[in-house]
Nanobody
Framework: QEQLVESGGRLVQAGGSLRLSCAVS????????MGWYRQAAGNERELVAL???????KYSDSVKGRFTISRDDAWNTVYLQMNSLKSEDTAVYYC????????WGQGTQVTVSS
């Protein structure tokens, strides 16, 4: 059974840090890229960070310099280190396999209080 399970979301004060984790299991194909997305209330889901098989990373402008995506070699776990959090980072954060096909986790809520 394919599973992507996010954890680590919680209420945090502005300026604080969080690390999200995504546990990946049951995947029968080779993963080429994974990402973290977020969806704030009333907004569309947006990609905030991406990591590829060769370790290349990409970030949205809104999180560049504050967030870091990483993974273990076997794609068992993907992380999102979030520093200098702002109220506008409040959203449900989703882990996703993005290539070669799309798979989603159930999401974890991050709330940043100002």
């Amino acid at each position: 059974q394919e599973q992507l399970v996010e954890s680590g979301g919680r209420l945090v004060q502005a300026g604080g840090s969080l690390r999200l984790s995504c546990a990946v299991s049951g995947i029968s194909f080779t993963i080429d890229a994974m990402g973290w997305y977020r969806q704030a209330a009333g907004n569309e889901r947006e990609l905030v960070a991406l990591i590829t098989r060769d370790g290349t990373t990409k970030y949205s402008d809104s999180v560049k310099g504050r967030f870091t995506i990483s993974r273990d070699d076997a794609w068992n776990t993907v992380y999102l280190q979030m520093n200098s959090l702002k109220s506008e980072d409040t959203a449900v954060y989703y882990c996703s396999i993005t290539k070669p096909t799309q798979r989603w986790g159930q999401g974890t809520q991050v709330t940043v209080s100002s």
